[in-house]
Every structure is written in C-alpha cells, then in structure tokens.
C-alpha cells in the first residue's frame, strides 16, 4: 500500500486539461493497485452522454479528503470500504456529505467483504448512492453502474444550475430595480450577468470581459465595462468593438435578444425605446439549453428594468417642470405682492395709517412665503427658520417710533410646515406678533418661539412682559383665532407672573 503521507493523483496521461467541460471525472479510491488496473482498463477511453472518462487514482481515505477539497467536479467516486481501517471508506462517505457538504457527487461503494459493512445500514446512513461487492463487478455491470452514476449526477447538476439561476434573477430584481440611474443600472445589470455565466462555463475565468451599452444607429455608447472594456476614457467606443464583435451584436439586434457568435454572447434588451440597450460577454463558451432558458429570464427583467428606468426619468422630468413652474407662480405672486406694498406704501401720510399699515404686514408676511418657494428646489416643504426672522423683524420695523425698534427675539427648532400651511401660519405669526408688540411693557422684548412637537403638531409660543390685566380679544387675536382654526388649531392665553403668554397648537 502506497504511504499515505504522500498524495499521488494518478491521471491517464491522455487528459492533458483537468476539468474539461468535455469529460466526466471519475475517482477511484481502493488501496489494491490491481483494483485501480482494471477498472482503467474497463473504462479507458470510453464516452458516456457524448463526453470522455477522465479517470483519478488515490489509495487511502486520507489522499481521498485532499483530493476532493481541491477538485469539486468530481462526477463519481468508484470507494472502497476497507483501506486505512476496516470502516475507512464509510467514515469517508459521511465525511463527503455532511463536513464537505457535497451532494451531487454519486458514491458507488465497493468492497471485497461485505460483511463488514451490510447494505441495508450504509445505504441509509451514509447516503450512499450504490453499493457492489468487487467480485460481481463484470465489465457490463461496471459500465451500466457508472452511466447511472453519470446520468444522476448530470441530473442532479442541470437543477442545482437552474436553482442557482432562478435564485440569482430572484436577488437581482430588486438591487436592479432600485438603480434609478442608467450607468448604475448598466453596471449592475452586466455584474448580475456574469454572476449567472460564473455558475457554468466561465466559473474558472479569473476576469470576464464584457460591457453594457446603448446602441442608436451605427453609435455605441458603453456605459459600464469590465476586463479589457473597463476604461474611464472613452471617446469613441465603437472603436473598442473588433469584428467579431460586432458581428455577436449584429445577430442579436436581428434576432431582437439573445445571440451567440463563436465564443461570444450578445443580447438586445427591448426597452420600448427608439434607442437599443446591449449586454455583451466576451468568451463566455457554447450555452446550454438551461444557460440559455436562464439568461433568458434574467433578459425578461432586465428589460422590464429598463423601461421601469425610463418612465421614471420621465417623471422627473415632468417633475422638474412642474416644480419649475410652481416656483415661477410664486416668484410672480411675490412680485405682485411687492407692488401691492409699494402702492401702499405711496398712500397719503397724512391720513391714519393703521389700517394701511395692518394690511402692509400682512401681505408682507405672505410674501416671504412666496419668496421662499421661488428659491426652493422642492416646493413640498417650507423651513420656518429663516421666514420667522423675516417676519419677526418686518412686524418690529413697522412698530418703531422713529428710530427706537422693539426687540423681537424668534427661536426656531424643527419647524418645517407644508406649502398649504406654511401661508396661513406666516398670517398667524404676524397676528400675534402684533398683539403683543401693543400689550407689552415698554422697553421690554417679545420672545417667539416656534417648534415642531414630539406629537407631530407645531406650536407657536409668544411670551412678553405685561404690566396690564388679563389681555382681551382684539382684532389681532379674533384674526389669529380664525387662523389658527383654518389649519386645525386652538389659541391659548395665560398669565406667568408678570408675563403673558399666548399658544397657538395646530397639525401640521
């Protein structure tokens, strides 16, 4: 028996390429050199399925363990029971399923003393897949054995490839579809196809070269590239394209889809667009019908990705026009409002400007509103950050008395209103800012508060220095009181010490 600390694989020395696609390998493990002969002899230069036998030879359990933690396609294991120890072969049976986790290889059990290891307990509890006593192993009954092997162990590979497939499309639906932008998606569509080709014929292919593109006319515009397509600099792409090449892509613009040329794969997305959208993997081998059935499912939601991106380029175009022209009213009410302020501010200074002056403020506090929206790149939500300040210092500049202007003092802390309530709240502030600049002490400031609530309401909170009794109504409050119900809100008055202190609580 050879020493078992030397591992000799034994291959016949016509298979020059271990792990040819056109073979099926096939591993003879037993300890008598005179097993390993013959059984060469019989299979020696066979076909099964229109593929070549590719025989290996080791002769112990423990060579058998290094073996197969190298070479992973091994089609089946010709085993015998008895080598290091009378069970070797049976512990390395539960070895190779349950610690390798290798559940296609099929195992074919030989022994010359079936005694040691009865069939009807290693069938079962070793997941062995035949079990043959050496002597009744002819030259017919060898053969037919290792076809049904081979058929099974195809078999068992033509599901496992189509699940790995349907799982892949499966995972990579949702990365795709969450790719708004085109080159994004380009990439990941071109990485989630040579992850399904790595299952097959290009797994030992340490890089693939390939690329996604977008064809329109005679113009090839590669957006993403791997390999020798893998380039920052492209100014004409369509010379990158050899002749081969473009031949591949030629086919499949014809053909509307999937197409071969040599080597070489080519597929044309339909995206529903004037422009065509191309997948191309250089080398990738002859497709099987399971390569090919798959690929063509993972085209299916490619395609449907494809148009699922243009819509929505679409819509953010026809978003941004909108929102162009939301901001463009705005910017013309605000204009509007700014003349109606400078006519007021051209009426007789002679006459009793209250009245004037209330409606002055108030269109000015709409207007900062509107001002704010026609700056915006989104018109859904306003900050009242700056609109407070604004508001606050317009409402202390129109309450000055020559050069002496109240101090207004406005916090603000998370306070981000929609468009439909940012208007009427910018009138509510105004109402009560103006309320307490008449009721407060003089020399004394008005602070403003205004914050977002942890209940998902916002407060306006108003609290100043008050000498006086209780403070009544007043055209200002009856107003913000009016306000404040337009938006679903209440007002609260209330006295702390020497200050007053008026709430307004709405939803927002």
Known sequence: MPDNKAVQFKQEKEQAVSGSDSTWKILIADDDEEVHLVTRLVLRDKYILGKKLELFSVHSAAECRKFLELETDIAVLLLDVVMETDNAGLL????????????????????????????????????????????????EKLWVTILTAIRGFRDIKIIEQSRFGMKSILEAAPRLFRLQSLSLFASGALTQLILLLRSGKCA????????????????????????????????????????????????????????????DLAICVNSGELEKHLLYIEECGELNDIERNIIALFCMTVSTAF????????????????????????????????????LLDMTDKSRPQDAFESVRRRIS?????????????????????????????DVAHSAAIGPKIPTIIATVRNFV???ETAVPCSLLL????????????????????????????HSITISFEHDGAEPEGGDEINLASKLAFQIDGRILTERR???TVITAIFAA
């Open 417 to 419: 209103l929609p468009l």
């Open 307 to 342: 148009m699922n991106i243009g819509l929505y380029s679409k819509l953010e175009d026809r978003l941004d026009e909108k929102s162009m022209l939301v901001r463009e009213i705005h910017h013309r009410v605000k204009n509007n409002l700014q003349i109606i302020l400078s």
């Open 204 to 263: 030992a292919k340490p890089v693939i070269s390939g690329f996604a593109a977008i064809l329109s006319g005679n113009s090839c515009k590669i957006l993403a590239g791997t390999g020798k397509y893998d380039k920052e600099d492209r100014q004409e792409d369509a010379l990158l394209l050899d002749e081969s090449c473009k031949e591949a892509i030629a086919e499949a613009v014809k053909q509307k889809g999937m197409a071969t040329w040599g080597n």
């Open 92 to 139: 390395l049976a539960e070895w190779i399923r349950k610690d390798l986790d290798n559940q296609s290889l099929r195992i074919i059990l030989r022994t010359g003393q079936p005694g040691l290891a009865p069939l009807s307990t290693v069938m079962e509890k070793y997941e062995i897949n035949d079990y043959k006593e050496k002597t009744e192993l002819t030259y």
């Open 430 to 457: 105004e109402e009560l800012l103006s309320r307490a600049l008449i009721l407060k002490t003089d020399g004394s400031p008005v602070e403003a508060q205004l914050e977002g609530l942890p209940t998902g309401e």
């Open 365 to 393: 506090a709409m207007a900062v509103i509107h001002d704010k929206v026609a700056s915006l790149p989104s018109e859904k939500r306003i900050d009242f950050t700056d609109c407070a300040a604004d508001i606050a210092a």
């Open 497 to 499: 010490d020497t200050k």
